[in-house]
């Protein structure tokens, strides 16, 4: 059996298993493959490729880190419902796909405990928490590095958890980052963020800019066609491992493994 099959196998398997014990109101068990199974069993990946997840059919989801047409990225959950877990597993992933030379990330945290095991990391230009100055410094010198970065050589990563914290600091820095939203990606700065779905509503404004958007587990009815855009759309079946994106008129489901 081929590693892709073996892949796809193991994601119905846990597609089954979320879906009874949602009937029954449980956390799904885990048993996903970790990220450096997934990396070794699916490499070599293109050099441009940022991975985002597995999806059902056992392939990788990634994001060409040369294409700025998708645009920023908006993770989109209730709150506990795996937002951060993918913003750290797309942190590992990158350091494990890519040199600091080539891909390195900068996180924004309300919670920069949650991010102790990267302090370590060759691949992290920092971790700052929300409130503090230096999380306004770090978005000016991102917007005077992409000024300055014509297209070609490193890409950097901006993962702000909590969109809506970030938004409530300074007029320069909310200046700063509408910058970056609208004109990071053409410039290898990708910011990838992430808000609680019961806040998008009061974030309207924010949620333009957000053309590709990852949603994991929402309950609510209105959250979920109001972040989605879409009347018939909801997102409650998911497990807290699980997102989906929008693929045209489709849907792609897909999974995050879990960080070894």
């Known amino acids: 059996m081929d ?14 298993l979320a879906e009874e014990e949602q009937a029954h109101q449980t956390t799904p068990t885990s048993g996903l493959p970790t990220l450096r199974a997934v990396i070794a069993d699916t490499s070599p990946l293109p050099r441009t490729a940022l991975f ?22 908006l993770i989109v959950a209730d709150q506990a ?13 990158a350091e494990l796909l890519h040199t600091p030379s080539d891909v390195q990330s900068g996180i924004i945290s ?25 999380t306004s410094e770090l978005l000016q010198s991102l917007v005077t590095w992409a000024h300055n970065n014509k297209g070609e050589g490193q890409s950097l990563l901006l993962l702000i958890d909590d ?3 970030v938004t409530k600091l300074d007029q320069q820095t909310e200046q700063n980052l509408r910058w970056l939203l609208l004109r990071g990606p053409s410039r290898r700065v990708w910011p990838i963020v992430t808000i609680n779905a019961s ?13 590709t958007r990852l949603f994991g587990r929402i309950h609510d009815v209105r959250d979920s066609h109001f972040a989605a855009n879409d009347s018939n759309k909801m997102f409650d079946n998911l497990s807290a491992s699980q997102f989906t994106m929008r693929e045209g008129n489709n849907w792609l489901n897909f999974w995050i493994p879990g960080i070894d």
């Open 81 to 93: 419902s795996g937002k951060t877990a993918l913003l750290q597993m797309i942190a590992r992933a």
């Open 163 to 165: 969109l809506e914290a």
């Open 3 to 16: 590693k892709t099959n073996r892949f796809s196998l193991m994601i119905d398997a846990l597609t089954e």
């Open 199 to 211: 806040r998008a509503q009061d974030m309207e404004t924010w949620l333009g800019f957000f053309r």
């Open 52 to 73: 985002l997840g597995l999806a059902e059919d056992g392939l990788p989801v990634l994001l060409d880190l040369y294409d700025p047409i998708p645009g920023p990225i």
């Open 110 to 134: 309300q919670h920069p405990d949650e991010w102790k095991n990267f302090r370590d990391s060759q691949s992290m230009v920092g971790i700052y928490a929300t409130q503090e100055n230096n």
